[in-house]
């Protein structure tokens, strides 16, 4: 266990417990701002987007990073050229998936809780590509995919409902549209803890 003291040698990395607690929400980004720049493992100070931004460090935030290595291990994490759509605008996933995809030469659609839901769904058929992280259970469904079973679904989000864990997208509906997807939780929950 870490000490509270953030110059601590012993500790060799901070990550806040999200989400914070109502009392601290106007104070998010000077609490991120506070830990160290080398201790920032989930990489939430203004500091390490602007790095990432620029191109001046290849470490991406947990989540995002076990994305992108799902996609590389099975050999679609080539982007250039391609279409992807990211529903959900997250600080902690959706904003930094949608600069990973960007430096790796993607077209990318992002969406959030505002969004048309009519243009979502247009995006997402006609992308390569569709990564949904939003936790609202079975957003995404088989009308948000063509049948022609060249897409790649990814589930990032997590709700439940009857008391078990379930993702945005109805994996019963899209399994047999798609060419490749990764439901939750087997998949990116334990490649993010690994990232980590």
Not at 58 to 64: N, S, V
Not at 75 to 97: A, F, M, R, T
Not at 137 to 164: C, N, W
Request: proline share 5%; aromatic share 10%; charged share 20%.
């Amino acid at each position: 266990v870490c000490s509270s003291d953030l110059s601590d040698p012993l500790c060799i990395g901070y990550m806040p417990q999200l989400p914070l607690p109502v009392d601290l929400k106007s104070a998010q980004f000077e609490l991120f701002d506070r830990i160290p720049r080398e201790k920032d493992i989930d990489g939430l100070g203004s500091h390490f987007i602007g790095k990432y931004i620029t191109n001046q460090i290849d470490i991406l935030w947990a989540t995002p990073q076990a994305v992108m290595t799902l996609l590389d291990e099975y050999g679609y994490g080539d982007l250039k050229g391609k279409k992807v759509s990211i529903v959900w605008q997250s600080n902690l996933i959706g904003k930094p998936l949608l600069l990973a995809c960007i430096r790796r030469g993607a077209t990318v659609y992002s969406f959030n809780s505002k969004s048309d839901r009519d243009e979502m769904k247009y995006a997402c058929l006609h992308s390569d590509v569709v990564i949904s992280c939003t936790g609202v259970v079975y957003l995404i469904d088989e009308t948000f995919f063509r049948d022609d079973q060249t897409q790649v679904a990814i589930d990032v989000g997590r709700g439940f409902l009857d008391g078990k864990a379930v993702g945005d997208m109805t994996l019963d509906t899209i399994s047999s549209k798609v060419l490749a997807y990764a439901p939750i939780p087997w998949w990116v929950w334990p490649l993010t803890i690994a990232s980590l």
